[in-house]
């Protein structure tokens, strides 16, 4: 018999060490307050590996090796809330990988990430995940590929959770004659004054408009619900759910 999940977390776009400084309360916080969880997704772009981008470089902030290991010793609280969960590969996550494949250098000679940064053995790391719940199977992804989100959920036929758009904190829902379909995109959890961010201050387009929603999903009985990250004036956690 298939295992449906009855209460799940979702957060996504850490970006370390580029993360906002209240992140891992915030989510010690939302586990106190709604868990147990008996499944733990980070739904991409835990790392932001921003001297591994080529595009926007911020030539001001550390080369390779120091950002990592700023970020892997930033990451180490989460590792200890959550030994257990499921991680879908983000586009900044990959950043090391294609910066080796420009190289010419095979993947034969690169550790695994979460072995490299030194993760718990509970934590795996896949694409995508289908997880079944009692209304209906999600899949977990760190980006749809499109910002209609509602096309995606129809095409699909199925419950959708993306990461990626930081600006995008909402549930949307697809009816039909058959089934009541949901998808999710769960804001993020950066700093958004940290130099990293300088490219969406500057460029061009209406997106520079938007502030980064920070804050995380939580899934019960297969019903998503947003939990917001309230900020004070000074952008930083208030300290209440």
Not at 7 to 12: A, G, Q, R, T, V
Not at 25 to 45: I, Q, R, S, T
Not at 146 to 157: A, D, E, F, P, T
Request: aromatic share 10%.
């Amino acid at each position: 018999m298939v295992k449906k999940y009855d209460n799940i977390l979702m957060f996504n776009d850490l970006h370390a060490p580029a993360m906002h400084k209240d992140a891992i309360k915030f989510l010690k916080a939302v586990d106190k307050e709604y868990g147990p969880f008996d499944k733990v997704v980070c739904n991409g772009d835990l790392f932001d590996f921003h001297a591994c981008a080529q595009w926007d470089r911020n030539r001001f902030l550390p080369d390779s090796p120091f950002e990592i290991e700023e970020a892997i010793k930033a990451i180490q609280p989460l590792f200890k809330l959550f030994p257990k969960v499921d991680m879908t590969w983000g586009n900044h996550d990959l950043r090391v990988m294609k910066k080796a494949a420009k190289e010419g250098i095979s993947t034969r000679f690169l550790k695994g990430l979460l072995e490299a940064v030194g993760a718990p053995k509970g934590w795996n790391l896949e694409k995508y995940y289908n997880v079944p719940t009692k209304a209906g199977t999600i899949k977990f992804i760190h980006d749809l590929g499109c910002r209609n989100v509602k096309k995606v959920i129809s095409v699909k036929g199925m419950n959708v959770a993306q990461g990626h758009l930081h600006t995008m904190f909402e549930i949307q829902y697809v009816a039909n004659e058959h089934a009541l379909n949901w998808g999710v995109t769960g804001g993020c959890l950066i700093d958004h004054s940290h130099p990293a961010y300088d490219y969406s201050r500057t460029s061009s387009g209406t997106e520079r408009l938007f502030k980064p929603v920070i804050g995380c999903t939580i899934i019960i009985d297969g019903i998503p619900h947003l939990i917001p990250m309230k900020l004070n004036k000074r952008g930083r956690w208030i300290k209440t759910l």
